[in-house]
């Protein structure tokens, strides 16, 4: 028998997207359906993105005013506004596993995605972008140029990436390095603390991640010294990309053969007695679904810092990868991240943080418009990651 909500934490099926019956059209129009009919009756998301105000006036503004009025075509417009940041599934809905009606929004606008990707329905940007280990091999022989070129105030190049890529001159884009963080880290050799406690009892590999080998090498070489400081032993991991972008474009082919290419090497580390270590928040959940329901680590872990008040801003910051950046939903994801941004500028502190370094760069970006708007200042020029106020604490950085 069906109730209403539940209590129970969430669980999730795997994808199904080996199955041919997984593409098929019209039983995806069918699950699309049943759970918007579910959602329209709900609306307790209707706040967190703009898939749901947008599935909500589709079904308001029609003649029948309910998900059968909907034209399939127009499920698109849902699907292209989800970040798959999760938070619906994770913190918001009643209806999720183990509940009867089976409601996986996010996963549902991947299949979608995926079907989409299957019928060539993508942006060639969006893809271009997501081969992160192509790009950052690249852009590091001409990192100088190309950050040049990628700056937001460059007259000359921003307007033709808009124009010829779809790239909104409006958004920020990361920074290229030309020493990745595993090179800086082979010329950056760090022994674990003797005298700390965790010395001879603890052992972690980093994985790198893209952002971070590629656009902030400094976030790892903070985790480094933090961990090695308190006495973990630690080395640094970087088999690849974990696939989350390939995720973002529904490729989950991509996703499985980068999930074997990663996983075999972190297994191997896992087998010598490393505990795995992630230094972006999108990876993480790549590697582990279910860490959201362990609570927020990154502040746990700020909060270990003595006399260091911490504020935790619950909401999406509406970048989710090509989402922020690509012409067509750059203004959405500004719109969505505003309720953050303006938060930010409200209730400062000393430091912003951000365990996702594309988010906290969108989410500063916003903050200094309203910030400007409002004749206020920001706590900090830029948004840092948890270990980097960490170190700082340590007084190693």
């Given at each position: 028998m069906s109730r209403e909500g539940s209590l129970e934490a969430p669980t999730r099926h795997p994808i199904e997207w080996r199955n041919e019956e997984f593409y098929d059209s019209a039983k995806l129009d069918?699950?699309?359906?049943?759970?918007?009919?579910?959602?329209?009756?709900?609306?307790?998301?209707?706040?967190?993105?703009?898939?749901f105000p947008r599935l909500f006036d589709l079904i308001d503004n029609n003649p029948t005013e309910d998900v059968e009025g909907v034209k399939s075509e127009?499920?698109?417009?849902?699907?292209?506004?989800?970040?798959?940041c999760d938070m619906c599934f994770m913190t918001k809905c009643p209806y999720v596993p183990?509940?009867?009606?089976?409601?996986?929004?996010?996963?549902?606008?991947?299949?979608?995605?995926?079907?989409?990707?299957?019928?060539?329905?993508?942006?060639f940007t969006a893809r271009q972008l997501a081969e992160m280990d192509r790009n950052g091999t690249l852009m590091r022989a001409i990192a100088p140029v190309a950050n040049w070129a990628s700056h937001r105030d460059n007259s000359l190049t921003r307007p033709l990436m808009e124009k010829t890529l779809g790239i909104d001159a409006h958004a920020e884009l990361p920074k290229f390095v030309s020493r990745t963080f595993v090179a800086s880290d082979r010329h950056t050799p760090i022994a674990p603390n003797a005298s700390a406690p965790a010395f001879g009892q603890r052992k972690a590999a980093l994985f790198a991640t893209c952002f971070v080998n590629y656009n902030k090498p400094v976030t790892g070489l903070a985790a480094r010294a933090v961990l090695n400081h308190v006495g973990v032993e630690t080395r640094v991991a970087y088999p690849g990309c974990c696939?989350?972008?390939?995720?973002?474009?529904?490729?989950?082919?991509?996703?499985?053969?980068?999930?074997?290419?990663?996983?075999?090497?972190?297994?191997?580390?896992?087998?010598?007695?490393?505990?795995?270590?992630t230094l972006t928040a999108s990876c993480g959940l790549m590697l582990k679904f279910e860490w959201p329901l362990m609570g927020s680590k990154a502040a746990e872990l700020l909060r270990l810092i003595p006399d260091t008040p911490i504020d935790v801003i619950e909401r999406c910051a509406g970048h989710g990868g090509t989402f922020g950046v690509l012409k067509e939903t750059h203004s959405v994801a500004m719109r969505i991240g505003k309720p953050?941004?303006?938060?930010?500028?409200?209730?400062?502190?000393?430091h912003v943080v951000s365990d996702c370094p594309l988010a906290g760069k969108?989410?500063?970006?916003?903050?200094?418009?309203?910030?400007?708007?409002?004749?206020?200042?920001?706590?900090a020029p830029a948004?840092?990651?948890?270990?980097?106020?960490?170190?700082?604490?340590?007084?190693?950085?």
């Amino acid at each position: 028998m069906s109730r209403e909500g539940s209590l129970e934490a969430p669980t999730r099926h795997p994808i199904e997207w080996r199955n041919e019956e997984f593409y098929d059209s019209a039983k995806l129009d069918a699950e699309m359906r049943r759970v918007f009919e579910i959602c329209h009756g709900c609306r307790r998301c209707f706040n967190l993105c703009d898939s749901f105000p947008r599935l909500f006036d589709l079904i308001d503004n029609n003649p029948t005013e309910d998900v059968e009025g909907v034209k399939s075509e127009d499920f698109s417009k849902v699907t292209e506004a989800c970040t798959l940041c999760d938070m619906c599934f994770m913190t918001k809905c009643p209806y999720v596993p183990p509940h009867p009606w089976q409601v996986d929004f996010p996963h549902l606008l991947l299949r979608h995605r995926m079907v989409e990707a299957r019928e060539g329905k993508t942006s060639f940007t969006a893809r271009q972008l997501a081969e992160m280990d192509r790009n950052g091999t690249l852009m590091r022989a001409i990192a100088p140029v190309a950050n040049w070129a990628s700056h937001r105030d460059n007259s000359l190049t921003r307007p033709l990436m808009e124009k010829t890529l779809g790239i909104d001159a409006h958004a920020e884009l990361p920074k290229f390095v030309s020493r990745t963080f595993v090179a800086s880290d082979r010329h950056t050799p760090i022994a674990p603390n003797a005298s700390a406690p965790a010395f001879g009892q603890r052992k972690a590999a980093l994985f790198a991640t893209c952002f971070v080998n590629y656009n902030k090498p400094v976030t790892g070489l903070a985790a480094r010294a933090v961990l090695n400081h308190v006495g973990v032993e630690t080395r640094v991991a970087y088999p690849g990309c974990c696939g989350m972008p390939f995720l973002e474009q529904g490729e989950l082919d991509r996703v499985a053969k980068q999930a074997i290419k990663v996983s075999k090497e972190l297994i191997a580390l896992v087998e010598q007695g490393y505990d795995i270590v992630t230094l972006t928040a999108s990876c993480g959940l790549m590697l582990k679904f279910e860490w959201p329901l362990m609570g927020s680590k990154a502040a746990e872990l700020l909060r270990l810092i003595p006399d260091t008040p911490i504020d935790v801003i619950e909401r999406c910051a509406g970048h989710g990868g090509t989402f922020g950046v690509l012409k067509e939903t750059h203004s959405v994801a500004m719109r969505i991240g505003k309720p953050v941004m303006r938060q930010l500028v409200n209730q400062a502190r000393g430091h912003v943080v951000s365990d996702c370094p594309l988010a906290g760069k969108h989410i500063m970006q916003g903050a200094r418009e309203l910030a400007a708007q409002d004749g206020k200042a920001l706590p900090a020029p830029a948004a840092e990651h948890p270990i980097e106020v960490f170190a700082h604490a340590y007084g190693l950085i």
